[in-house]
């Protein structure tokens, strides 16, 4: 009885604990919502704090970006990398992941939306709800790691870089 008991014990303990190894939930950030964003975005009738209401921090960029720059950077348990070079690496390598659910965004408030995450089930998500939204994986390719979603008649493209390390989700108006 006693090790029944033990064993019951020990299970229920199991949950308890996946937090401390770094297994925290992915952040749900609707598709539909970042779609909708990007669109206003071209309009310039957007709300300025979009991702805030997910959870995640701006991220002060006075040593990365110019002050004429237009880019704000947010994330979600997010680190800097420390071997970041802003001369030779595009700004999403500027981020480190904490967990698997670290997820960073890099908003120009006048150009492209870029997601950056680390797990791929982000990346299930994405193009699952993607496709749910009607949007079409494209036969040209960009690149040979890059993926393009459109939909007939909408003036949004999403691009997806696949990186060994990273990936990127790029949405831009035509």
């Not at 002060?60 to 110019?66: F, G, H, I, M, R």
């Amino acid at each position: 009885m006693r090790r029944r008991l033990l064993s019951f014990a020990l299970l229920l303990m199991i949950p308890l604990c996946m937090p401390a190894q770094g297994n925290i939930p992915l952040l749900r950030m609707p598709v539909i919502d970042l779609l909708q964003y990007q669109v206003q975005k071209g309009k310039r009738s957007v709300a300025p704090y979009l991702f805030s209401q997910y959870g995640l921090r701006q991220i002060q960029t006075e040593l990365v970006v110019k002050a004429a720059d237009t880019r704000r950077l947010w994330g979600w348990h997010v680190a800097p990398d420390t071997d970041f070079a802003p001369a030779r690496q595009p700004l999403y390598r500027l981020f480190a992941k904490k967990d698997n659910s670290s997820l960073a965004v890099i908003d120009d408030r006048t150009g492209a939306l870029q997601i950056v995450f680390w797990d791929k089930a982000y990346y299930r998500i994405f193009t699952q709800e993607l496709t749910a939204h009607g949007y079409q994986l494209q036969h040209v390719q960009p690149a040979r790691n890059v993926l393009r979603f459109q939909r007939e008649g909408v003036s949004l493209t999403v691009d997806i870089t696949i990186w060994s390390d990273l990936y990127v989700v790029e949405l831009r108006n035509r």
